[in-house]
């Protein structure tokens, strides 16, 4: 015969209810693919106060209804756990509560393990493949996502971070950002936000305010030269000095420098599909390439001082600190009188901005770390697909960015 006792101490320790709670029941629901677990206290059971803390409290009284979680799938049965919960009455504080259980979080409809599982999904695959696949609606689960991640993200310790690199990128078709900010030191996504405007650096304060970090603490930040960015950081961070990331500096020359081709190709078909020839450094070309480079090189061409004036500025990041200066405004009388529109227009704006583009002698900061994060966030982006608000792109930002150990009981 069977031992049904032993059936369920089976139950109770796969499922890891502990004491006073046992499993004393089970029931198979065949046609709805289900097993139901029912779970009660032992009689006479006593309760620690939900409140207070207090060990011992006797239990008041009873709900009379089921509370249920889904557990972890049993086989191909979903599996439902069930138990009416008791309120005690706290000695110590007076206080009548419902009793806090181990196997769930208070208020919502999973158990612990089962949320791991669909933790552990999530990060792996686009959260509709996760819904499809555990037969829950998304909306459910971002909201255990972000749970976790919140709580994860509390405990990236930001009480050093003094170096910020920032930048923004695209969460959906349509314009609409997030901005990253990161610590260099730490290489980690500190804080992200909706937005890429000057109010992404009033954000910024508010965490570290509620961090506790004072904001006198940044030192320097490190970003494109976006007007509002500038502006956000001057106003909110008088003290933090700003580096321009050079490779946005050299994507603006590339800019300019293929303006100007595009300009001479009217009078010169020979520019026609050279594009790329005058973008990639000369290395990288293939052999096609470089075959049309070297005859367009000894063409007398506008596009070929444009494409030096690109070469000597991209020198100007191997010189040393102390000719760094002299260098940008040698290269600035170049381009400002080489008659091609659009070096004239880029020549005026670096100058606008030479402090900043200069001040990477000293603190060596790039977004170079943001171009790798970008494509994280591009594949969170993938599997975050659908994710109906920016709070949860952000969530699976951080989560997937940072590698999050987002299983972490507090
Ligand atoms: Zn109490």
Redesign the pocket.
């Known amino acids: 015969m069977r031992d049904f006792q032993e059936d369920y101490n089976v139950f109770q320790s796969a499922l890891e209810i502990p004491e006073p709670w046992y499993v004393f029941h089970h029931e198979l629901a065949k046609k709805e693919k289900t097993l139901h677990i029912y779970i009660e206290y032992r009689r006479g059971a006593e309760f620690s106060?939900?409140?207070?803390?207090?060990p011992g409290?006797k239990v008041h009284d009873i709900q009379d209804q089921d509370r249920t979680w889904r557990h972890l799938d049993f086989w191909q049965y979903q599996t439902i756990l069930h138990a009416r919960m008791p309120r005690v009455k706290?000695?110590?504080?007076?206080?009548i509560?419902t009793v806090i259980i181990d196997w769930a979080r208070p208020g919502g409809g999973f158990s612990t393990l089962f949320e791991y599982h669909v933790l552990s999904l999530m990060v792996e695959m686009p959260v509709a493949a996760v819904a499809r696949k555990v037969g829950e609606h998304d909306t459910r689960l971002w909201r255990v996502f972000k749970h976790y991640v919140e709580k994860a993200v509390e405990n990236i310790d930001v009480s050093k971070v003094k170096s910020v690199a920032m930048d923004e990128t695209s969460r959906s078709k349509g314009h609409k950002y997030v901005t990253l900010f990161v610590d260099m030191d730490t290489k980690r996504v500190i804080f992200v936000t909706p937005g890429k405007g000057a109010d992404v650096l009033q954000q910024f304060c508010q965490f570290l305010d509620s961090k506790g970090v004072p904001r006198s603490q940044i030192k320097d930040f490190c970003c494109d030269m976006s007007p509002s960015f500038i502006a956000g950081i001057e106003r909110k961070f008088p003290e933090a000095s700003i580096t321009f990331d050079k490779f946005h500096v050299m994507k603006l020359v590339n800019e300019a420098l293929d303006k100007v081709r595009k300009q001479e190709q009217a009078t010169q078909p020979e520019l026609k599909n050279s594009r790329y020839v005058w973008l990639k450094n000369e290395e990288n070309l293939t052999e096609s390439q470089l075959d049309k480079f070297g005859k367009l090189k000894d063409m007398d061409l506008a596009t070929g001082r444009a494409y030096r004036m690109k070469l000597s500025l991209q020198k100007m990041f191997t010189r040393s600190a102390l000719v760094s200066e002299m260098y940008f405004d040698e290269w600035y009388d170049w381009a400002i009188r080489s008659q091609l529109e659009p070096m004239i227009k880029l020549a005026q704006s670096l100058k606008n901005h030479k402090d900043g583009i200069l001040k990477w002698f000293e603190t060596k900061m790039t977004n170079g770390l943001l171009e790798g994060i970008n494509s994280l966030v591009q594949a969170a982006k993938r599997k975050a697909r659908g994710y109906r608000t920016p709070d949860n792109f952000i969530a699976m930002i951080y989560a997937t960015v940072n590698k999050l150990d987002l299983i972490m009981e507090s």
């Open positions: 106060c939900p409140n207070c803390g207090a409290c706290c000695e110590s504080c007076g206080k509560r």
